[in-house]
């Protein structure tokens, strides 16, 4: 059973960088069918997709978000993880991460994790 | 970037009524759509892949159509756990984009 669970602190400060690693279970990140990406739903709003990175490495961003993302893997543990810098109020949200098949939507999501920007 | 326009973005129904949700690409994005569910405080639930393939588990009653620029996620008999909000996704290209959701309520 593919589970994927994320991790990281609740609040973070304006101005400063916004890091959550993501755990992934039953499956490998470094499988070349899979995307493994992030996607955040700010209170009472709608979804969006962050980005996501391949097995080689590649990543794909939201081009209103690219300046200040990095996605990246750690696969001796099987983790990768979502790094935002530069963060504001605008950026709380509920972050989830999610596995994408290759030419498919995700299928597999985290439990999300709320994350506050606030001083 | 692809535009995914949702509609309505909000309505009332009833329970045993047919419920129709639409989502319209601003280019063609042939079958690359996806519809999920998510319930409050909920994480999203995929209901229907490939524009019309019935995620395993998801009740019949669900279903999905279209190609193109146009897609409809239809509940052929709203049922009251289906009280929700759906999400349509595009997956063709980079950045995915989302539909800004439809609220169903009672």
């Known amino acids: 059973q593919v589970q994927l669970q994320e991790s990281g602190p609740g609040l973070v400060k304006p101005s400063e960088t916004l890091s959550l690693t993501c755990t992934v279970s039953?499956?490998?990140?470094?499988?070349?069918?899979?995307?493994w990406g992030w996607i955040r739903q700010p209170p009472g709003k709608g979804l969006e997709w962050i980005g996501n990175?391949?097995?080689?490495?590649?990543?794909y961003y939201k081009p209103s978000l690219e300046s200040r993302v990095t996605i990246s893997a750690d696969t001796s543990k099987n983790q990768f993880s979502l790094k935002l810098n530069s963060v504001t109020a605008a950026d709380t949200a509920v972050y989830y991460c999610?596995?994408?098949?290759?030419?498919?939507?995700?299928?597999?999501w985290g439990q999300g994790i709320l994350v506050t920007v606030s001083s | 970037d692809i535009q995914m326009t949702q509609s309505p973005s909000a309505m009332s129904a009833s329970v045993g009524d047919r419920v129709t949700i639409t989502c319209r690409a601003n280019?063609?994005?042939?079958?690359?759509l996806a519809w999920f569910q998510q319930k409050p405080g909920k994480v999203p639930e995929r209901l229907i892949y490939?524009?019309?393939s019935l995620q395993s588990g998801v009740p019949s009653r669900f279903s999905g159509s279209g190609s193109g620029t146009e897609f409809t996620l239809t509940i052929s008999s709203l049922q009251p756990e289906d009280f929700a909000t759906y999400y349509c996704?595009?997956?063709?290209?980079?950045?995915?984009?989302f539909g800004g959701g439809t609220k169903v309520e009672i």
């Open positions: 999610a596995r994408r098949p290759s030419g498919h939507s995700p299928d597999y």
């Open positions: 039953g499956a490998s990140i470094t499988s070349s069918y899979y995307y």
């Open positions: 990175m391949f097995y080689s490495g590649k990543t």
């Open positions: 280019q063609d994005i042939n079958n690359y």
């Open positions: 490939a524009s019309s």
């Open positions: 996704l595009q997956h063709i290209s980079s950045p995915l984009t």
